[in-house]
């Protein structure tokens, strides 16, 4: 299973950095607390056994509730389970709100516009076309091989990748 089908940008990639430091701090944090390692003095080098108060928070089944280290560790394991589905599912549906705003070229085929760019002889050229509320410009080749002046009123036939092929609109077709 591929976690990260697509390269992460670089705020992302920080955050995974700090992420990672962070838990694998308090991994190696957790084991020396629970093999008896931190024992001693603290990190300044003072004793009084205060290095565990900052990690108490982290105790469910510890200690205080008697309960032993195979509950504890199993408790623990549980929560960060819980903790991890949790915000795993938070990411999903955040990432469900983003939203492209382009429309595909295909989006195009049988509305109407006007050539922007004169189109050539069995060449290609600009048009306008409104699609819903949005005007966008494509490049377009006539459906004949004929030219078409700028200002000419068209209706798109069809959309070969992002190239438009369109018909000039009779005169007699509302615009």
């Known amino acids: 299973m591929n976690l990260f089908p697509q390269p992460l940008p670089m705020l992302d990639r920080v955050f995974l950095l700090a992420a990672a430091t962070g838990a694998f701090t308090v991994l190696v944090r957790a084991l020396m607390l ?4 931190d024992e001693g003095a603290d990190l300044d080098g003072h004793d009084g056994g205060e290095g565990t108060e900052g990690f108490r928070f ?10 032993g280290a ?8 549980l929560a960060g389970l819980v903790a991890l589905v949790g915000i795993a599912r938070l990411f999903h549906l955040a990432s469900r709100l983003q939203s492209s705003g382009t429309l595909p070229p295909q989006a195009a085929v049988g509305c109407q516009g006007v050539v ?10 600009r048009v306008t076309v409104r699609i819903g ?3 966008r ?4 080749r006539h459906s ?10 068209i209706q798109v036939l069809r959309v070969e990748r992002t190239l438009a092929i369109v018909q000039p609109l009779s005169p007699l077709e509302p615009s």
């Open 70 to 77: 195979g509950p504890s560790i199993l408790g623990g394991g």
């Open 137 to 140: 410009e494509m490049d377009a």
């Open 144 to 153: 004949a091989g004929t030219p078409l002046p700028t200002g000419t009123p």
């Open 34 to 37: 629970c093999a008896g390692g």
């Open 58 to 67: 982290l105790s469910v089944f510890g200690h205080e509730g008697h309960a």
């Open 133 to 135: 509320e949005r005007l």
């Open 116 to 125: 922007y760019l004169g189109i050539p002889a069995g060449g290609t050229g």
